[in-house]
């Protein structure tokens, strides 16, 4: 009898001192979980490796914030049927495997900004159904051949972060509608950047490079995409556009290359492309030829202009009943 005791006790103990080793996944975890037309409420899991147990099938909404889980592993958020919203953000999440997010086929939102995570691996989104990726605040420098492949998002977000290589392959037979990559460490895109992207089904692509290490844009970077809705190029390095940075595209709603280093743009570089605004504020630039001069709106704000170089646009201006330079008084005033 008394040896059976302490047997019981043995194993009571034993199980204790795994609580206290904290090497489960969710390890005191709070869940904010919404169901169709229920008010949310909070689950907290003491310790496990999957929510399964602790999150209903019919659950829509799951979401954690400010709390610590540094490794999603295989299975751990799996298998919900309705889950239309899955955020983890401010969670310290470094690492996340392959198989982490599996059988979640209302996915519409993903939400691991703000965390840790330094490598998106092969294989950890491929197939989710999301069409909102928001990646942005990590410490991501490493992203997996194909990591992004077979996607079908609107948004994905992966401003923030420290990439500083770009690969066409991550996005092989994927689509995205706002890809935005705002404040990363890039220095080049190759040519044929998005070569192996479909063009979205509704609407057309937004890129973001703002706020990168870009020093030049290459021939042919674009090509792939008819039409663009914006490139976002600003706040880069940017001294040079090759002649044919643009080629492939025949349209692009707007250009933005304010606050770079440009000194000048040859005019076949919008040779075969309809620009409609054009922002080159804040560059070097001392003149701009005419033929450049088919787009809606240009601003052309902070550069040193010269005063020879606004005469000629202001006899293109006398010959041309609908001119396209804004600002052009202020810069008679301010040409040097
Ligand atoms: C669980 O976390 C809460 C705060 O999120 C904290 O107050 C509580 O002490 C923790 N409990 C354990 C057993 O660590
Ligand atoms: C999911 O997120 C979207 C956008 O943030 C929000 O409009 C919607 O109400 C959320 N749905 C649920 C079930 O949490
Ligand atoms: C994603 O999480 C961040 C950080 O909490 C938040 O600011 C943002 O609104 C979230 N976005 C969506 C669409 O849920
Ligand atoms: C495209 O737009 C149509 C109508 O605006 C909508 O019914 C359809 O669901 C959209 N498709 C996608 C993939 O967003
Ligand atoms: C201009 O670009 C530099 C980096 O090239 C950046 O540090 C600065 O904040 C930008 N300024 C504005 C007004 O965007």
Redesign the pocket.
């Known amino acids: 009898m008394q040896s059976l005791d302490l047997l019981i006790l043995v194993i009571i103990s034993s199980s204790g001192d795994a609580k206290l080793g904290k090497s489960g996944i969710f390890d005191n975890v709070t869940l904010l979980v919404?169901r169709?037309g229920e008010p949310?409420h909070v689950v907290v899991v003491d310790f496990d490796d999957s929510l399964t147990k602790y999150v209903a099938p019919s659950s829509?909404?799951i979401?954690i914030k400010d709390q610590l889980i540094p490794k999603l592993d295989t299975n751990c958020i799996s298998d919900f049927p309705k889950l239309?919203?899955l955020s983890l953000v401010s969670t310290g999440i470094r690492e996340i495997r392959r198989g982490a997010f599996k059988n979640l086929p209302n996915l519409?939102?993903l939400n691991l900004s703000h965390n840790d995570i330094e490598e998106v691996r092969q294989g950890i989104f491929n197939h989710l159904p999301m069409e909102?990726l928001y990646l942005n605040n990590n410490k991501i420098s490493r992203i997996g051949y194909k990591a992004f492949s077979h996607l079908h998002l609107r948004n994905l977000f992966l401003n923030n972060n420290k990439i500083s290589r770009w690969s066409k392959d991550w996005f092989a037979d994927s689509s995205v509608l706002i890809l935005d990559l705002s404040y990363n460490l890039v220095e080049e895109l190759p040519p044929n950047s998005f070569h192996l992207m479909s063009e979205p089904v509704n609407g057309s692509m937004s890129l973001i490079f703002s706020g990168n290490q870009l020093k030049k844009i290459n021939n042919h970077v674009f090509n792939g995409f008819d039409k663009l809705r914006s490139i976002f190029l600003d706040s880069n390095l940017i001294e040079r556009l090759a002649p044919g940075a643009f080629n492939g595209v025949k349209y692009v709603n707007s250009v933005n290359l304010n606050n770079n280093s440009l000194t000048e743009i040859r005019a076949e570089v919008l040779r075969g492309t309809q620009v409609d605004v054009l922002m080159l504020e804040d560059n070097k630039l001392r003149c701009l030829s005419t033929d450049l001069f088919r787009m809606e709106e240009l601003d052309i704000d902070g550069n040193p202009i010269t005063c020879f170089c606004v005469k000629t646009w202001l006899d293109w201006r006398e010959r041309h009943s609908n001119p396209s330079i804004y600002h052009i008084t202020n810069l008679e005033e301010e040409c040097i």
């Open positions: 919404t169709l949310s829509e909404g979401v239309k919203n519409k939102l909102d």
